[in-house]
């Protein structure tokens, strides 16, 4: 099993949809959590870290579920401009120091 | 966005050359990343820096050694380039303590003929 595993996509979904995206991972010890955007030939950005209460940023909402260890990310009314891949990012416990491991991503297009 | 550049941006270079890739923070993060990007990989770590002459291994070190002698420089070299070690290279900064979060720079594109 991956230590974070992501549906790689694509996703295609027509404007204003709402889409989710769920990201598992194997070590229950993790504490840190992030959705990362990135568009095609560019770098990484982050989106939003994910907090344990959930959090929201405008029409992003992040959702962590240490039961299951998975984390989601929501996207409502999408535009064109999301379309990008979105990398789950997570802490490893392990390290001792601080250290992540990637999601290979999920791809998303949003269709006019 | 944070400061972080990489240099060069682009290059293309043949088997059993060396290359050096660097990354220059102005940021002062404590934290310095090299990371390779491959199709169906994700982001893979190379190595990492933890201070100025403190670094470390990642899960894909093998090929590459770094070197960190000032804070916003973070070197990579591939000492004898393969064609293996074609990909797009991303370096990223952190400072524990504040929100853990990584910022990454533009990218490297290196291609060994």
């Known amino acids: 099993r991956k230590e974070v595993e992501q549906d790689p996509g694509p996703f295609n979904v027509p404007e204003g949809a709402t889409v989710a995206f769920n990201c598992t991972y194997s070590?229950?010890?993790?504490?840190?959590f992030f959705w990362y955007r990135q568009d095609c030939r560019k770098e990484p950005k982050l989106l939003m870290s994910?907090?344990?209460s959930g959090n929201e940023d405008g029409r992003f909402t992040a959702q962590l579920n240490r039961a299951s260890q998975y984390i989601s990310l929501l996207i409502r009314d999408s535009k064109l401009s999301d379309s990008a891949t979105y990398l789950c990012?997570?802490?490893?416990?392990?390290?001792?120091?601080?250290?992540?491991?990637f999601g290979t991503g999920t791809r998303l297009k949003v269709l006019a | 966005d944070a400061g972080i550049t990489q240099s060069p941006r682009h290059k293309v270079t043949e088997t059993g050359t060396p290359v050096t890739l660097r990354c220059h923070q102005t940021?002062?993060?404590?934290?310095m990343y090299w990371y390779r990007q491959d199709p169906g990989h994700g982001l893979r770590l190379i190595h990492y820096?933890?201070?100025?002459?403190?670094?470390d291994k990642g899960e894909v070190s093998d090929g590459y050694s770094v070197s960190r002698s000032k804070t916003e420089d973070f070197l990579l070299t591939l000492e004898s380039a393969t064609s293996s070690q074609t990909s797009v290279y991303f370096c990223?900064?952190?400072?524990?303590?504040?929100?853990?979060?990584?910022?990454f720079g533009p990218g490297t594109r290196l291609t060994v003929l």
């Open positions: 990223a900064i952190s400072e524990p303590g504040s929100t853990d979060t990584q910022y």
């Open positions: 070590n229950s010890a993790s504490q840190s």
């Open positions: 994910v907090y344990s």
């Open positions: 990012v997570v802490n490893d416990p392990t390290s001792g120091t601080y250290k992540y491991i």
């Open positions: 940021e002062n993060h404590r934290y």
């Open positions: 820096s933890y201070g100025v002459k403190d670094t």
